[in-house]
């Protein structure tokens, strides 16, 4: 009965490599959301996604593309991974914008993808 | 410009303790929301509160209070009687509601809670 999941939990990778993470929520939520978390445990928004419509993209690099196929689902794919990429990514997802478009719900997060990149 | 400053890095104290996290925040925009998430070592971001900037109102839950004071443009936690289960990485967080829905967090305090 995970409210937000997200797979896998840890992913170990050369540098160069194309890797994807995965994040599903069953709250019935419109919006979904990528943050990253560095290694002095900085958070910071990289993409957010309402009824699969890109929201929001915080100027991360475009080797970063995240992908919608429907509301429940927001995944992450990274292009040629780089050594600052390792960090942890953190999914979330919030009920929904209001009629003047925008968010004032409470953002569940899943538990955390740790990327490290060799 | 919208930040939230958490200056405490790292507290330590001995169980029982009371202990507050300070949490200052800047905005220009009126309507905003302020939330607190909790970070235990299993490394999950946990939701613990959410508070609209038109209600200054204290909030209490078991040991967990906030103090919200639009005056200084604070947003204190406090725990009462700490356990050390109430070790983690406390963040303090500002959604602003004109412009986008993202999340601005501060960096974070450490809890050490000590036996």
């Known amino acids: 009965d995970t409210a937000v999941s997200q797979t896998p939990k840890y992913l170990v990778t050369q540098m160069g490599n194309d890797k994807s993470i995965k994040c599903e929520q069953n709250?019935?939520?419109?919006?979904m959301y990528w943050y990253k978390q560095d290694s002095k445990k900085f958070l910071k928004i990289m993409f957010s996604?309402?009824?699969?419509?890109?929201?929001i993209n915080e100027t991360v690099p475009n080797r970063f593309s995240p992908k919608s196929p429907d509301k429940a689902h927001l995944n992450l794919h990274i292009n040629s991974l780089e050594l600052g990429d390792s960090a942890v990514y953190f999914c979330?997802?919030?009920?929904?914008?209001?009629?003047?478009?925008?968010?004032?719900?409470?953002?569940?997060f899943g538990p955390g993808t740790r990327l490290t990149v060799l | 410009a919208q930040k939230v400053t958490q200056a405490q890095t790292e507290i330590s104290v001995v169980e029982k303790e009371d202990v507050t996290l300070d949490c200052v925040y800047e905005?220009?925009?009126?309507?905003?929301?302020l939330f607190w998430y909790k970070q235990p070592p299993s490394g999950e971001l946990v939701f613990l509160i959410r508070r609209n900037s038109f209600d200054e109102q204290n909030e209490i839950s078991g040991r967990y209070s906030w103090n919200f004071q639009k005056s200084t443009s604070s947003f204190n936690f406090t725990i009462t009687a700490s356990q050390v289960v109430d070790s983690a990485v406390y963040f303090c967080a500002l959604s602003e509601a004109e412009n986008t829905d993202k999340l601005i967090f501060g960096t974070g305090t450490r809890l050490q809670v000590f036996p």
């Open positions: 905005t220009r925009d009126t309507t905003y929301y």
């Open positions: 996604y309402n009824n699969k419509e890109l929201i």
């Open positions: 979330a997802s919030s009920q929904g914008r209001t009629s003047g478009g925008w968010s004032t719900d409470t953002q569940y």
């Open positions: 709250l019935g939520h419109d919006t």
